[in-house]
């Protein structure tokens, strides 16, 4: 059966957390840069792990590439802020450039956490409201949070964060600051939490995931 176009002429942003070769490279990751009205950030992190070693670079990049899979069957044109787990960076401030100079429709950033082992769930983070950096997508940014969440734990089944919460303000994440466009976070599962750490490193279960990021997007997307 073929599959709808509902995004035909839209255009997602998805950016996979960190990249395979930050921790080689501190000097480079840890450099400070402007994500406006005076506050510095590091251009970007390492990102955490399973206890198994299965890094958060290698997963987020492919539930990314997945996702994109997904959004592509259904029309929409897909921009990822890296294509392979070799590099460095790009810097947080480059990540966010990405999505403006696309001037998309959405932008997703995937994570998944690092948080206290007792810990299980997901949760979305959305941009606080900035006035001269975050006052012209907040509205849109937090429409997004709130569907992106109800569509995931619906089609993955994940709890929301039981440390957390499912969806979450901040003001302090360079990639949320810096956008012009609509943007969230997605801290996917708990890496640090065994049964979600299971999930993760299920190749099955990544592709649910990847489902339930292109779900959240597609229902904020169509008329």
């Keep these: 059966m073929a599959v709808a176009l509902t995004l035909a002429g839209q255009t997602v942003v998805l950016d996979p957390g960190h990249n395979g070769a930050n921790a080689s490279h501190p000097k ?36 990314a590439r997945e996702t994109a899979r997904i959004l592509r069957r259904h029309g929409a044109e897909v921009v990822l802020t890296r294509d392979d787990n070799a590099g460095v960076g790009p810097c947080i401030t480059r990540r966010a450039r990405i999505g403006n100079r696309e001037e998309a429709d959405a932008a997703v950033s995937i994570h998944a956490d690092g948080g206290p082992e007792s810990g299980r769930g997901f949760h979305v983070i959305r941009p606080t409201l900035i006035e001269g950096l975050t006052d012209d997508i907040y509205d849109d940014s937090r429409r997004l949070g709130r569907v992106l969440r109800d569509a995931y734990g619906q089609r993955t089944g994940l709890p929301r964060s039981t440390y957390a919460g499912g969806l979450v303000a901040r003001g302090d994440l360079g990639g949320l600051r810096l956008s012009d466009v609509p943007k969230v ?39």
């Design 28 to 63: 480079r990751i840890n450099r400070q840069v402007d994500v406006g009205q005076g506050m510095r950030k590091a251009c970007d992190t390492t990102g955490t792990a399973t206890a198994s070693r299965y890094a958060e670079s290698v997963y987020t990049l492919a539930v």
């Design 185 to 223: 976070f997605i801290e996917t599962a708990n890496m640090r939490n065994a049964a979600d750490a299971r999930k993760i490193e299920s190749r099955r279960f990544r592709k649910r995931i990847a489902r339930g990021i292109a779900e959240g997007v597609i229902d904020f997307l169509s008329p």
